[in-house]
């Protein structure tokens, strides 16, 4: 069973999937959008919401799932990846870019499932070493329109997926896949151990992955929308997810 233990009684016991909320500083709260719980439910995961408040409760945290989605969300402050902020960067929220990148790297340690959405991507690749564009505007070359006028689970653009990776094995060794895409930020040298697997037509990077590590993988675009429409490149990337949960709580619970 996909993302399900069975317990000695004959229960069955959904393995817990930590899920980061934005912040807003302004009305100090906690947002996040339902389609992430419903995403990882469908695949057999408990939902558990992580408020971003200490780095000192990251350790807490982790031993509480059995794998981490990192949501999307506003932008990451420059200063994490050594740049001074520049015309085009949006609203930052520092308390919950500390705590995420923590997160980040004791998952890592503990090889844990990460799966990184959108803002997600970029806190994975900054938390490894790694830079973003922070207006893709300022990229010399041009873009493609990567904030669709859209509905959200509709799919604007295609990507390219590189072959052997373990999204393209996810995507039924698909070579491209039609994908929803809202950021004006992307990545831009990836982080250390970190592979570009996917790329848009315009060459901006739309997935990363860790092929040494058990499940490691950060996409540009929200597959949680696409599953809700019943697109592809949506719903398969959380079973893959909640499979590697299952195998790593397994294995430390």
């Not at 904030?147 to 060794?173: F, M, N």
Request: net charge negative.
């Amino acid at each position: 069973m996909i993302g399900f233990l069975l317990l000695p009684d004959g229960d069955v016991r959904m393995i817990p999937v930590g899920v980061t909320c934005s912040y807003q500083e302004r009305n100090h709260l906690f947002r996040l959008k339902a389609a992430y719980c419903r995403a990882v439910e469908k695949a057999g995961g408990l939902p558990v919401l992580l408020a971003t408040l200490k780095v000192t409760g990251v350790a807490d945290y982790l031993n509480m799932i059995g794998g981490l989605l990192l949501s999307g969300g506003g932008d990451v402050d420059p200063r994490h990846f050594g740049e001074e902020p520049l015309p085009g960067c949006g609203e930052i929220t520092p308390q919950r870019d500390e705590v995420e990148i923590a997160l980040v790297r004791l998952a890592l340690q503990r090889d844990m499932p990460v799966l990184a959405v959108c803002r997600g991507l970029q806190v994975l690749n900054i938390a490894c070493g790694g830079d973003i564009y922070q207006d893709l505007a300022l990229r010399e070359e041009p873009c493609l329109q990567h904030w669709q006028r859209a509905p959200d689970h509709y799919p604007t653009h295609s990507v390219c997926l590189e072959a052997g990776s373990v999204l393209k094995g996810i995507l039924s060794e698909r070579e491209s896949v039609r994908v929803n895409t809202f950021h004006h930020q992307a990545v831009r040298k990836p982080g250390d151990g970190l592979q570009s697997v996917a790329r848009s037509p315009d060459g901006v990077i739309e997935a990363l992955e860790m092929q040494e590590r058990a499940f490691v993988l950060g996409v540009q675009w929200h597959p949680e929308a696409l599953s809700l429409g019943g697109m592809e490149g949506g719903q398969e990337l959380f079973h893959a997810f909640l499979q590697a949960a299952n195998r790593y709580w397994s294995r430390n619970h």
